[in-house]
């Protein structure tokens, strides 16, 4: 189990650790989802890609309207990690837990916060109502019948600014949830959306320094390690939580 922890996201060692071994003991083999016999086919592997790209380029009937949607989601002014969590949540594949119960995981589907009897992507996103106050009192109107209709309401009766401020908003409940469901630790709602935008304005600003040449100082160019040595690069970052994370990779000179 503790290897298993060391390998894999919290969200990926949930649903290992949920999936149940076989009782007849027969030997494990790969399955391809896309296909009702399990075995790989390129047919079906085209299929599957072709609906993707044609819901992300605009080929389907509303392709145009879907085409600027996520043109302007990957342009908006939000760390880029914000922008692969909306991207994520809009083609909701976000492990909540009626996604990962759709997946035959034997879990508890109920919300950690309200109790909502099954917890899905517009309930812990938008509609639950633990968050629901601060999304209405930055959005008057939310239309609600989906996520991704929300967020492209929200776009294309706003503009950009309140697509990012959505997606920060919600980016923040996310965080929140999984603080809870795999740490057991309760954060007040002010503090995730605090968090959020904070992160959002380091972004800008760096990025806007970075692009007026304001402090060329601030970049920081990597050349190689001496020949017979390592290079140690580390990353670091420290977030209001008290938590600081890092990242690190030796590197062989000229590697
Ligand atoms: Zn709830």
Redesign the pocket.
Known sequence: MAKVRALFNPNMVEAILRLHPSHTGAADHWLWEHEKSGSFSIKSAYSFFKTILESEHGESSNGAVMKKFWTALWKLQVPHKVKVFAWRACKDCLPTKANLIKRKLDIEGK?C??Q?PL?DLR??LIL???TYGFLRSRFAVLQISSFLTTAMDILFKGNFKDLSDFFLMVWAFWFRRNKMVHEQIALPPQQVIGFAFTKKLHSVVVRQQLGNHISKNMVYIWSPPPEDSLKLNIDGALFLFKQSWYGHGFEEPYG
């Open positions: 919300c916060f309200c909502h917890e309930h812990v639950c109502p633990s």
